[in-house]
C-alpha cells in the first residue's frame, strides 16, 4: 500500500482528500504547515507527497527545496490556489514533479498520482539494482554485499549508510544529508555516529580488502570512489 502525505492548510481540502485517497487503498497522513509537513515527510517517508504552495510556517515552495536539498526524491504534486504561472514554474525549478490548479477535480489528482508513483517505482528500480565496482559488489534488493566470492556482513544501518554514498558516487555528502537520509530524521544532536558508522564501513571493507571506496571530504562530509589503494 502506498503512503501519500498531503501538506494542506485548508483543513477541508485535505479532509476531502485524505478521505477520497484512503478509499482508493493508499495510507494517507495530513499536515497543516510546511513545517510539519517536511517534517512528517522526513519522518514518515511517504511515497508521494501532495504540496500546497501557500502554507503557513514555511511556504511550499521551500519545503520542496529543503528535500530536494537533502536528495529526498519522494513524488511531489503541488497544488496552486491561483493559475499563477511564476508559481507553477518556481515550483517545478525547486524539484515539484507535477503541479494543479485548485480547484481541482479529484478525479483528476488520482490520475497524475498515479503517474506519479508508477514513474517514481521505474526510476527506483533503476538505482536499485546491483552495484559493482572492482570486486565489491552490493545488492540493495537483498541487502547483502560482497568482494569477489566473499560475502560482507553489515548490519542494515551499514548498508544503508554504504548504499546512499555509493548512488551519490562522486559526490560529496555532508554529515546532516547523511544523517536524514539514511537515519530517517531530522537529527540535531551529534553528527559522530555517522563518523562511527564510516569506520566501521572502513573496516570491513576498505581496510580488510586494501582497496579505498569511502573518502572524507574535509570540512564536507563524505564521498564514495573505487580507488584501488
Ligand atoms: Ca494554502
Known amino acids: 500500500m502506498s503512503k501519500i502525505l498531503i501538506v494542506e492548510d485548508e483543513v477541508k481540502i485535505a479532509r476531502f482528500v485524505t478521505l477520497e485517497l484512503e478509499h482508493e ?23 508521494l507527497m501532495i504540496l500546497d504552495l501557500m502554507l503557513p510556517e514555511l511556504s511550499g515552495i521551500e519545503v520542496c527545496r529543503r528535500l530536494r536539498q537533502q536528495h529526498n526524491d519522494v513524488p511531489i ?8 504561472v511564476s508559481d507553477k514554474v518556481m515550483g517545478l525549478d525547486m524539484g515539484a514533479d507535477d503541479y494543479m490548479t485548485k480547484p481541482f477535480a479529484i478525479e483528476e489528482l488520482l490520475a497524475r498520482i498515479r503517474v506519479s508513483l508508477k514513474k ?84 570491513k571493507i576498505d581496510d580488510k580488502y ?20
Not at 77 to 84: G, R
Not at 217 to 229: C, L, S, T, W
Open 210 to 229: 586494501g582497496i579505498k571506496t569511502i573518502h572524507t571530504i574535509r570540512a564536507v562530509g563524505y564521498m564514495f570512489r573505487y580507488e584501488n589503494a
Open 120 to 203: 517514481h517505482r521505474v526510476d527506483v528500480q533503476q538505482t536499485s539494482g546491483t552495484r559493482t565496482a572492482g570486486k565489491l559488489h552490493i545488492e540493495p534488493a537483498s541487502y547483502s554485499a560482497g568482494f569477489g566470492d566473499e560475502s560482507i556482513s553489515l548490519t542494515k544501518k551499514e548498508f544503508d549508510l554504504l548504499n546512499y554514498l555509493w548512488q551519490h558516487e562522486n559526490t560529496a555528502i555532508t554529515r546532516d544529508d547523511l544523517l536524514t537520509n539514511v537515519w530517517g530524521y531530522e537529527f540535531t544532536g551529534d553528527t559522530n555516529i555517522v563518523d562511527v558508522y564510516i569506520r566501521y564501513l572502513r573496516q
Open 77 to 84: 504534486i503541488m497544488l496552486t490556489a491561483k493559475d499563477d
Open 25 to 47: 487503498g493508499y495510507e494517507v497522513k495530513a499536515a497543516h504547515d510546511g513545517r510539519t509537513g517536511l517534517d512528517t515527510c522526513i519522518e514518515w517517508q511517504p511515497d
